[in-house]
Structures are given as C-alpha cells and as structure tokens.
C-alpha cells in the first residue's frame, strides 16, 4: 500500500508540470480504456491496498466527477466508512471475569489426576500454598470441563501404582530348571523383592520336593533374620511343591501368599524376567558340569546382579549400589578398571583410584 500511495503521489508531480493539453488527452485515451474495460470485467478483484488508495482519492474528487471510477460512488463511500470505523473501533473485551492462564489450569488437572481422592476445595487450598489464588468454585468449573469429578476418589489406583506403592513388602519366588552337560536337569528355587530387585539364591537340587522347597524357605528366613519381618507379600505359582508347609513358613510371619492364575507368567513377571536374565547373561553362555558347579557360578552371579548390575527400574542404579568415593570434577582424568567374573565371562568396571 505504501507503494502505491508513493507512486501516485509521484505522477500527481509529474502531471502538474505538463500542460493542459497533454493532461486532457490522457484523460480521454484512460476514460476510453475504462469503458472497454468495464466490458469486459463484470466484477473487478481488489486488494486491500487498492481500496484503500482509490477510497483516499475519492475524498479528493466531488460527487459529480465520481463516476470516473470503474465502482459506484456507494461502494467508495462504504469503503470509506470501513476504513474509519476499523480505525476507532477497538477490540471487545469478554464480559464477566477473566479466563484462567493456561499453566494454572494444567496444575489443576494435573493435581487431580495425581491424587484421586483430593475434591476442588483440597485442590484450591493446594495452589494457595504455592502462591496461586484460585477460587474452589473456579476448579470445579475446569475439572468438570476436563471430565473429572470435583468428588474425591474419581478413580481407583492402577495395578502400577499399586505395587509401587506396596513394593517395599512384595516378594517373589519361583523355579526354573538347567541342564548340565551330562543332560541331568537341576532345579534352582529362588527369592527376589519387588522393591529392590535384590536375588536371594535359596538352593540348587535334582529332585525338587515340597519338603524340600518348604526347607530351603526356612534357611532363607533365618539368614534374613529381622529382615524377614518386611515380608508383607509372597507372589508364587501355583506349582505342587510350593506345599501349605512352604506357605506357613510366610504366614507365621503375618505375610499373606499371592497365588498367581493358571498359565499366567505375567503375574508374577519381575521373576519370570529374572529367569531370562540369568539365561542370557550366564547359564547359557556356559556348561554346567554338576550341582557344586552350577551353585558356584549362581554364587557370583548373585553377586554381581545384587551389587553391580544396573537397572531400569532402580534409574540404572544395583540392587544394593556399593559406597563408591565422589565422581571427579575433571573427567578426563577418569580411569576405569575391569574386574572379570565367572573367568570372564562378566566384566565389572570401576573408577580407578
């Protein structure tokens, strides 16, 4: 638009110095070619800008020479009153009180769904206490917006946040079975706790009975000592050795035994996963010779997963990380060392002193 006006201000300069004569031609070859114009073209396509220079130049015009331009005189006069009405109107404000800021209404919903039983007062008092004045009439009014009741306990606890929540007292057991290498199949009972992930080897045998299970699970209770009282929950299969003997030995220490479904190894699926675990890191990558052996290598890998081997679930820290010194400030100076286990079939690496 600043184009134009400057371009048309340039030819009024122009014109001023030529002479009546030449500005009388021109006039009627532009009117002429107006006329064919009009034509041809029914309805002429405007910019903005156009209008807005062809409404300026109307005012400069009288009433009885508007007819010179291609569009009725109405038309330059709307376009006239647009242009000073679009300058002094200005925007509408929405009555009443004004809408919420979009990051307080996001911690409104995010502390609804993070605590189910808090109700919008519980929730209004809550953002008081970080600064945030916002009154419960005003949560209730987006909670219900969002699809969650203002009322406490909109939902139950997931299965998840459940057992993280009981994590501290959930254990788990299970067997599983290797064969040596003379093709003689041993079994070997363990124990791993839900929260830590920590593995307790309890024993390694041939024939696995419910006598035997019952007995491995009271040495590990008398090696845990006071330790043993944290048992809250037992997660088992429903497997024949695991015998009502096996399940005293837990119940007479106030923890309630978990049987998991027929054929449902995702029940109990942070021992099945250990299970693969120390298949693909250890059994399988070796031959196993006997009972003594297989109870050695199960030893150092116990070893190894409880205090070196990192875990998703634990932010990649060990069952039971070992007291390291501070990491230094310049990591160039960093130098590992490598420990092998198992005749190195496992590396373990540390800081270097």
């Not at 015009?61 to 376009?79: E, G, H, I, K, N």
């Not at 706790?193 to 040495?219: F, L």
């Not at 119940?251 to 449902?264: E, F, H, M, Q, Y």
Request: positive net charge; proline residues 7%; contains cysteine.
């Amino acid at each position: 638009m600043l184009y134009l006006v400057l371009g048309r201000v340039f030819q009024l300069l122009v014109l001023l110095g030529r002479g009546d004569r030449a500005k009388t031609a021109e006039i009627v070859v532009l009117r002429h070619q107006v006329a064919v114009l009009r034509r041809q073209v029914n309805r002429s396509d405007l910019q903005p800008a156009d209008r807005v220079v062809l409404a300026a130049l109307s005012r400069l015009l009288p009433r009885s020479s508007l007819d010179v331009f291609f569009v009725t005189p109405a038309t330059l006069l709307r376009w006239h009153r647009a242009l000073v009405t679009r300058r002094w109107t200005y925007p509408p404000k929405r009555p009443g009180r004004p809408s919420t800021r979009a990051d307080i209404r996001e911690a409104m919903l995010r502390l609804a769904r993070e605590n189910p039983t808090w109700g919008y007062q519980r929730i209004s008092g809550e953002l008081a206490g970080i600064g945030l004045r916002v009154p419960p009439s005003t949560v209730r009014d987006i909670l219900k917006r969002a699809g969650l009741s203002p009322a406490p306990r909109r939902t139950g606890p997931s299965w998840s946040q459940f057992l993280k929540a009981q994590a501290e007292g959930i254990w788990a057991c299970d067997l599983f079975h290797i064969d040596t290498v003379y093709l003689k199949r041993l079994y070997v009972l363990f124990f791993i706790e839900r929260a830590t992930r920590v593995i307790h080897i309890a024993g390694v045998t041939a024939h696995p009975t419910g006598t035997w299970v019952a007995q491995q699970a009271r040495n590990l209770v008398m090696n845990l000592g006071e330790q043993a009282e944290s048992i809250r929950f037992l997660i088992r299969d429903r497997d024949a050795k695991f015998t009502a003997v096996f399940d005293e030995v837990f119940t007479s220490l106030s923890a309630g035994v978990i049987k998991t479904p027929v054929r449902a190894p995702q029940a109990n699926a942070i021992a099945e996963r250990w299970v693969g675990t120390v298949r693909r890191e250890c059994t399988d990558r070796l031959l196993i010779y006997g009972e003594i052996h297989l109870r050695r290598v199960l030893q150092a890998y116990q070893r190894h997963y409880n205090r070196h081997r990192p875990h998703r679930a634990r932010d990649r820290r060990p069952p039971q990380p070992p007291h390291d010194p501070a990491p230094p400030s310049d990591l160039d100076q960093v130098r590992l060392q490598r420990r092998q286990v198992l005749d190195g079939l496992i590396n373990q690496y540390r800081r270097a002193a």
